[in-house]
């Protein structure tokens, strides 16, 4: 079992940037990769980023060039880097933990303002 705690969120105006971190507790060593999600109201849940085990990463086209995943193994921490903000990036951020069964945090709010 895996817990994921989600945190920096904020209100940041456009061209701002956040920095945004996973911390993964529990069986951790049977995590096989990790990804951002987000949600904007009255719109589904979509990809943001992933990275897995190995280092490789995996990114959105409305984000690439502007947004990093990156982990901390010594801190058992993923992190999103979110540079350049446009309002569009506006939602609930929610890590998930991809193992035989997926687990996901409790969402962080992003706004980004004009």
């Known amino acids: 079992q895996v817990q994921l705690v989600e945190s920096g969120g904020g209100l940041v105006q456009a061209g701002g940037s956040l920095k945004l971190s996973c911390r993964a507790s529990?069986?951790?060593?049977?995590?096989?990769?990790m990804g951002w999600y987000r949600q904007a109201p009255g719109k589904q849940r979509e990809l943001v980023a992933t990275i897995t085990s190995g280092g490789s990463t995996n990114y959105a086209d409305s984000v690439k060039g502007r947004f990093t995943i990156s982990r901390d193994n010594a801190k058992n921490t993923v992190i999103l880097q979110m540079n350049s903000l446009k309002p569009e990036d506006t939602g609930v951020y929610y890590c998930?933990?991809?193992?035989?069964?997926?687990?996901w945090g409790q969402g962080t709010q992003v706004t980004v303002s004009s």
């Open positions: 529990g069986s951790i060593f049977r995590i096989n990769a």
């Open positions: 998930k933990a991809v193992m035989w069964y997926d687990y």
